[in-house]
């Protein structure tokens, strides 16, 4: 099987511009989560989907979102993007939304903001 | 919310040698799931190892295994044999069991991570 997938892996924006990054699950994958990782701030969740709705939420502005296609392909979406907003962002893919299947993660995308 | 904490930024271990990464969190729940996972330099997240809270017995997966404290709310890694492939951060995380409005849910809470050398 392939693993999840994520495009662009490399991603260089202005501040104030918006970005739109894609996470593609492993076959068969319904619920996918994202992270932020920074130098400073760690490893953070953003949000996590299944079926098509967001099922939980971190601690984020509202700039950041996301969606869920019925072919469970997630994108985010960040506006107005500001510097801090530099990091690696993570997308996971589970079965489905219980805890006690493990999430795969992609090689995640790596977003500058200049 | 649930905490996770990784208190050595680094860590060094000699190829063959033993080396064990501590990590403590704090939650309310009495049922819930750990994890190891590794960052190599290419930063794909590896799964290392699990272990779920209702179980007694600490997991183990080939060379790396867990020393699971419930009561401490503590939960090591062990690497044995190290081989200069494991060189990597290491996270710990947490994983709750119950999704509600008021927590994480099913959210992994990562630690700040473990940078492991390995020397030859």
């Known amino acids: 099987k392939a693993g999840v997938t994520q495009t662009p892996r490399y991603l260089i924006k202005t501040r104030g511009q918006q970005v739109t990054l894609s996470c593609s699950p492993i076959?068969?994958?319904?619920?996918v989560s994202w992270y932020q990782q920074t130098p400073g701030q760690g490893l953070q969740f953003l949000f996590e989907y299944f079926s098509e709705t967001q099922r939980n939420k971190g601690n984020f502005p509202g700039r950041f979102s996301g969606r869920q296609f019925s072919n469970s392909r997630s994108e985010m979406n960040v506006s107005t993007l500001e510097l801090g907003d530099s990091a690696l962002y993570l997308c996971?893919?589970?079965?489905?939304?219980?805890?006690?299947?493990?999430?795969?993660f992609g090689p995640g995308t790596r977003l500058t903001v200049t | 919310a649930q905490t996770v904490t990784q208190s050595q930024p680094e860590m060094s271990v000699q190829e063959a040698e033993t080396v064990t990464l501590s990590c403590t969190y704090d939650t309310s729940e009495s049922d819930y799931y750990l994890f190891w996972y590794k960052q190599p330099p290419s930063r794909q997240m590896i799964l290392v190892i699990r272990q779920e809270a209702y179980k007694q017995q600490n997991a183990t997966e080939n060379r790396f295994s867990v020393n699971f404290q419930k009561a401490a709310k503590s939960f090591s890694l062990k690497i044995s044999d190290s081989q200069l492939g494991d060189a990597a951060m290491y996270f710990c995380?947490?994983?709750?069991?119950?999704?509600?409005?008021?927590?994480?849910?099913?959210?992994?809470?990562f630690g700040k991570g473990t940078s492991l050398l390995v020397t030859p």
């Open positions: 995380a947490y994983r709750g069991t119950i999704l509600s409005n008021s927590n994480s849910g099913y959210a992994l809470n």
């Open positions: 076959s068969g994958h319904r619920s």
């Open positions: 996971a893919s589970s079965l489905a939304l219980q805890a006690n299947y493990e999430q795969y």
